[in-house]
């Protein structure tokens, strides 16, 4: 029997010298792998081939991971099996990467609790199992490669485009509260000079641009808001019920600090919708039919309140 087994510095083949013993699943680590003089006797390394770089490795690492045969993998065990014509059973850590090698590459492969625990002995005492050169700098390449498949996996996450999603509509929710707070302070700061206006003009965004435009309301029947006010009737009944309206008179000063919270509502709306069409557009890219079933909003909502796309 021989043995696959994957190390940070490259593919390594074992040879199995006791096979026979290896239905001692319980006591198998204790007896035969306790320390480096008894796994030599268990198993014996055949062949290494080392990898040439780092990402040679973590192409290597995420083909483990992902269980894929790798090219060199397979060229590995055609060079050291097939080429020899050698008919021992490989064993393997992963069932569906046995499945792909014996598909591929006619190599009978075996993978059970046995295995598992051999390959946990043969872990134990890799140092000194590989031996040479490779053993001495092993603990640097671990860490190394651990740091590169993890940059990679990041980098390379295809769930990171949800996260796009999760956050627009998490910063969309917030705004919505800032720009509803800010409104109805100004409605209210405002209502002190000009009462009526907050039941003539609905829309938070008009209301502020329409302060911004006019000031003290005796400006009113002065300023021309077509483009602020689509409806002309709204804009006669604004510049009317200013010339009778109830409200205190105002100083410089607060209409002053009025006026830059107006500035605050108006930017932050802008940008709601600068965001909203973004949100629009990655929905459309990333979740079409989800968004022609619920919308954007709701689809986006159900999206960061799984997790990911592929949660839900």
Same mark, same amino acid.
């Given at each position: ?5 994957? !190390? ?6 074992? &040879? ?9 699943? !319980? ?14 006797? $268990?198993?014996?390394? +055949? ?6 770089? !780092? ?6 690492? !995420? ?9 060199? #993998? ?15 059973? /490989? ?8 499945? #792909?090698? &014996?598909?591929? #590459? ?13 390959? =946990? ?29 993890? =940059? ?16 627009? @509509? ?6 919505? &509260? ?25 829309? *938070?965004?008009?209301?502020? +641009?329409?302060?911004?435009? $006019? ?73 079409? *039919?989800?968004?022609? $079933? ?7 909502? /159900? @999206? ?5 796309? #592929?949660?839900?």
């Amino acid at each position: 029997m021989l043995l696959l087994f994957e !190390t940070p510095a490259g593919y390594a083949l074992f &040879k199995v010298l006791q096979p026979g013993k290896l239905s001692d699943v !319980t006591s198998m680590w204790e007896t035969y792998f306790k320390t480096p003089e008894l796994a030599s006797s $268990m198993v014996k390394l +055949k062949s290494f081939s080392a990898f040439a770089s !780092t990402t040679e490795a973590v192409v290597a690492a !995420t083909s483990i991971i992902d269980s894929t045969l790798d090219k060199n #993998l397979k060229k590995f065990l055609k060079k050291n099996i097939v080429s020899k014509e050698i008919a021992d059973e /490989l064993a393997v850590a992963d069932i569906k990467l046995g499945g #792909l090698i &014996k598909e591929k #590459l006619d190599i009978k492969c075996v993978c059970n609790d046995s295995i598992n625990e051999l390959y =946990r002995g043969v872990r134990s005492q890799m140092d000194a199992l590989l031996g040479g050169a490779e053993s001495g700098s092993l603990k640097s390449m671990q860490l190394g490669l651990s740091h590169s498949l993890s =940059r990679y996996k990041l980098k390379f996450s295809a769930d990171k485009v949800d996260i796009m999603i999760v956050q627009a @509509i998490g910063l969309l929710d917030d705004l919505d &509260k800032e720009i509803n707070i800010y409104a109805m302070r100004v409605r209210e700061w405002y209502g002190w000079h000009f009462p009526e206006m907050a039941k003539i003009i609905n829309d *938070n965004m008009m209301f502020a +641009k329409c302060v911004l435009r $006019m000031g003290m309301r005796i400006n009113c029947k002065t300023c021309d808001f077509s483009d602020i006010l689509a409806d002309e009737a709204v804009e006669e009944t604004l510049k009317k019920t200013a010339e009778t309206s109830m409200g205190t008179e105002i100083s410089e000063l607060d209409l002053l600090n009025i006026k830059a919270l107006c500035d605050q509502v108006v930017s932050l709306s802008e940008y709601r919708l600068q965001l909203f069409d973004y949100l629009k557009n990655r929905m459309a890219a990333i979740a079409p *039919n989800l968004t022609m $079933m619920v919308g954007e909003l709701v689809g986006a909502r /159900l @999206i960061a309140h799984s997790g990911s796309l #592929l949660n839900l």
